[in-house]
């Protein structure tokens, strides 16, 4: 049995929570801003020293402390049955809880059903279809959560079993199967620095108010964020975290990956010095969906656009492309305070 504790404080380095970082390039410093490509005018570090930088942001996470166990006995004996067949057997077991953080710092599953508060803020009408607004974030160890962000099976038998048969003096047949557990089982380090909606924010730098014709006057490298940090709320915000924001979760319902490997073998002595071997070996995975749910580009997207929809645009299936090309109409989420820099215009498919 082992026993595993981590912590994290504030912004882990190389975990991808770096503060704050700033990207500088030659256009503050060049001639014309609108010959960027223009190597040889203007200077990187001296766009840098004078406190302009082209993009920059600041991600501050909480701090947290994450707990887990991992139990993995196991058994294995080699059998002679007779002269001639030798049995290898095993069994192992694996059983990793997942990580709980000690102040409960994590999300849980998203809810994609009930209805969200902002609903009532919504002009419907500007809605394809005028439907409600649904889903929220959910939190660990709230309103009856449990602490971790997932379950994980406990039938985690691991059979190992392999052979060999010996034919005559010459002629050996073997063979073996092996199943194993991966993923989150034996995998540690993800679910501590993923599914930290409401327990990290993003604030971002506005380099320019004029498509990069001047700095922007109220901001520079030396007082970069102006209008404070973006609070970072926790499971305080409830169902109205991250509105309008990519993020993402972990499924509770996940599985993990099983790999199963065999192999069946007939190794021939030709020789006092050569030897013929043939064998078939494989090997099969099951449960590779991936752990992460999105709701942006990575993991399983939940905002997936239905291919039905898709279809009505596809020419090939006698659909109009025009009817995904679509103008920009009114954001119904503009200035709602609980969309967090929602754009006056969207285009809808």
């Known amino acids: 049995?082992?026993?595993?504790?981590?912590?994290?404080?504030?912004?882990?380095?190389?975990?991808?929570?770096?503060?704050?970082?700033?990207?500088?390039?030659?256009?503050?410093?060049?001639?014309?801003?609108?010959?960027?490509?223009?190597?040889?005018?203007?200077?990187?570090?001296?766009?840098?020293?004078?406190?302009?930088?082209?993009?920059?942001?600041?991600?501050?996470?909480?701090?947290?402390?994450y707990s887990s166990y991992y139990y993995a006995p196991f058994v294995q004996d080699d059998w002679k049955v007779t002269p001639k067949l030798t049995v290898n057997l095993g069994l192992r077991y694996d059983l990793s809880p997942a990580p709980t953080e000690r102040h409960n710092s994590a999300n849980y599953a998203f809810d994609t059903t009930s209805i969200n508060p902002v609903d009532a803020q919504i002009d419907h009408a500007l809605l394809p279809g005028g439907e409600p607004i649904r889903g929220s974030f959910t939190f660990a160890g709230v309103n009856g959560n449990p602490r971790s962000a997932f379950k994980v099976g406990k039938l985690g038998f691991q059979p190992r079993f392999g052979f060999a048969y010996a034919v005559n003096s010459k002629t050996v047949v073997r063979g073996g199967f092996e199943?194993?557990?991966?993923?989150?089982?034996?995998?540690?380090?993800?679910?501590?620095?993923?599914?930290?909606?409401?327990?990290?924010?993003?604030?971002?730098?506005?380099?320019?108010?004029?498509?990069?014709?001047?700095?922007?006057?109220?901001?520079?490298?030396?007082?970069?964020?102006?209008?404070?940090?973006?609070?970072?709320?926790?499971?305080?915000?409830?169902?109205?975290?991250?509105?309008?924001?990519?993020?993402?979760?972990?499924?509770?319902?996940?599985?993990?990956?099983?790999?199963?490997?065999?192999?069946?073998?007939v190794q021939r002595q030709l020789s006092s010095h050569d030897v013929l071997e043939v064998s078939y070996v494989g090997s099969r995975t099951y449960n590779l969906a991936p752990a992460i749910v999105n709701t942006g580009i990575a993991g399983t997207n939940i905002n997936q656009i239905s291919p039905a929809w898709s279809k009505q645009c596809d020419q090939g299936f006698g659909g109009t492309p025009d009817i995904c090309n679509n103008d920009l109409v009114p954001s119904p989420s503009y200035n709602i305070s609980a969309f967090n820099n929602a754009s006056q215009c969207e285009c809808f498919l």
């Open 1 to 65: 049995m082992r026993y595993r504790q981590q912590g994290y404080i504030g912004t882990p380095g190389g975990l991808g929570y770096v503060a704050p970082n700033f990207n500088t390039g030659n256009g503050w410093t060049q001639q014309n801003y609108q010959n960027s490509g223009l190597a040889f005018q203007g200077f990187d570090l001296a766009s840098f020293l004078l406190g302009y930088a082209d993009s920059g942001n600041t991600q501050p996470v909480v701090n947290r402390t």
């Open 179 to 265: 199943e194993m557990l991966t993923g989150f089982l034996l995998s540690y380090l993800s679910p501590v620095t993923d599914g930290l909606t409401g327990f990290s924010a993003f604030t971002g730098y506005f380099a320019t108010l004029d498509n990069f014709q001047t700095p922007n006057p109220n901001a520079n490298v030396g007082n970069p964020f102006v209008q404070g940090l973006t609070p970072i709320t926790g499971a305080k915000a409830g169902h109205l975290t991250a509105l309008g924001q990519g993020a993402n979760f972990y499924d509770p319902s996940y599985k993990q990956p099983t790999y199963c490997g065999y192999s069946l073998g």
